[in-house]
């Protein structure tokens, strides 16, 4: 397990050894089209009745055939940049999160550095699957603390559509495309990023995951014909695995801010099941209320899915200057990651 040490601490603690960095700007995209339960209903075996009391899910975007992951990264980035008032000229570096970029190489980070006009930043993707934008955080928080780089660009952003099989039911209710970006910056002492856990547990990688397309198992006609292509999930293991380590890695994150849940302002949970999150909440004693919660509308959208729900609880006025947020995920890999902010420059 790879566990990041504390960027900064609020309270008196170890003095701050590196200068604070948080986020200064938000901003997200999503498709128009959107995917319903009764939509699926006429696709597969299922119910709205089934998809929302086993999900909480009632409906998902999807992106049209002739856009891809970069598109809407693009998109979202360039909101973050406007409402952080930072020109694509002073961004030094842009990390992408995503699980299925455009192609699988050059990164989706460099082409939304072109079409951006970041002319001089480096680029990247990080695959770390859900928790990938907590992730790219705390690498770029690291690079901006540091003093390496002024302002980072980090994106989630995901065409899950494309990889998800509308022939099976267990996998296809549950997933969204959408994309979130952030704006990282140097801030005042006390706010920004708290303390980050990040972690990895390689030997449940088979619990989900694309077998077909890369050098394991090259696409081929024989990959296409048995549908390899598509994601596979077994999903009563990851939801075991999810509900643990909701709260295990809040609650170390947490601690490595000198803080306890009692402290949380908001709780931004990887959004993938909603008995998930009630479960997170309930054992860190969390009311519902100060929970952030998109999948109703969204589904799942992977390493998107924390900046969408960030983004739109700062802009529906609910997090706001001065509050403790906690946002934590997991995903395949397995991978997990909390991050512990304090809102604010
Ligand atoms: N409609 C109707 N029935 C369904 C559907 C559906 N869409 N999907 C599954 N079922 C059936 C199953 O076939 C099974 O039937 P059976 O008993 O006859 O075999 C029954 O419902 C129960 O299946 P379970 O898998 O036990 O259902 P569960 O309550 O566990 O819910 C779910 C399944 C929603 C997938 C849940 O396990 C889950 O959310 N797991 C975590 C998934 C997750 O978070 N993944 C993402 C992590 S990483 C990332 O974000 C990419």
Not at 228 to 233: A, E, I, N, R, S
Request: proline share 4%; aromatic share 6%; with cysteine.
């Amino acid at each position: 397990m790879l566990k990041s040490e504390p960027v900064s601490s609020v309270e008196s603690g170890p003095e701050q050894r590196v200068r604070p960095v948080g986020i200064v700007g938000l901003g997200s995209y999503l498709p128009e089209q959107v995917l319903t339960n009764q939509d699926l209903e006429k696709m597969v075996e299922t119910s709205d009745e089934w998809i929302r009391t086993r999900t909480g899910i009632r409906e998902r975007r999807i992106l049209p055939p002739d856009l891809a992951t970069s598109d809407m990264a693009l998109e979202a980035g360039r909101r973050a940049l406007a409402d952080a008032g930072v020109t694509p000229d002073q961004v030094d570096c842009i990390i992408v999160a995503t699980v299925t970029p455009d192609t699988p190489f050059p990164s989706a980070a460099c082409r939304v550095q072109d079409r951006l006009g970041c002319k001089r930043a480096a680029a990247f993707d990080i695959n770390a699957a859900c928790p990938g934008f907590l992730y790219a955080v705390t690498v770029g928080s690291q690079m901006v603390a540091s003093g390496l780089y002024e302002t980072v660009l980090v994106i989630g952003a995901e065409t899950l559509s494309r990889v998800t099989d509308y022939q099976d039911r267990n996998t296809c209710v549950l997933f969204g495309d959408g994309a979130g970006a952030a704006v990282l910056r140097p801030v005042g002492k006390g706010r920004g990023l708290l303390s980050s856990v990040l972690g990895s547990d390689g030997s449940g990688a088979d619990l989900l995951y694309q077998a077909a397309g890369g050098s394991r198992l090259p696409a081929s006609a024989e990959t296409l014909a048995k549908r390899q292509h598509y994601l596979y999930m077994n999903g009563s293991e990851v939801f075991k695995f999810a509900v643990r380590i909701m709260e295990e890695a809040s609650l170390e994150a947490l601690a490595r801010a000198n803080l306890t849940a009692e402290d949380v302002d908001f709780f931004v949970p990887h959004q993938a099941n909603i008995r998930i999150i009630d479960s997170a909440r309930r054992r860190l004693g969390v009311d519902m209320d100060r929970v952030v919660v998109t999948l109703d509308l969204l589904g799942n959208t992977s390493s998107s899915s924390i900046p969408l729900a960030l983004d739109q609880a700062v802009r529906a006025g609910r997090i706001k200057d001065g509050d403790v947020v906690v946002a934590v995920a997991f995903g395949a890999g397995l991978t997990w990651a909390a991050c512990v902010l304090r809102w604010g420059r």
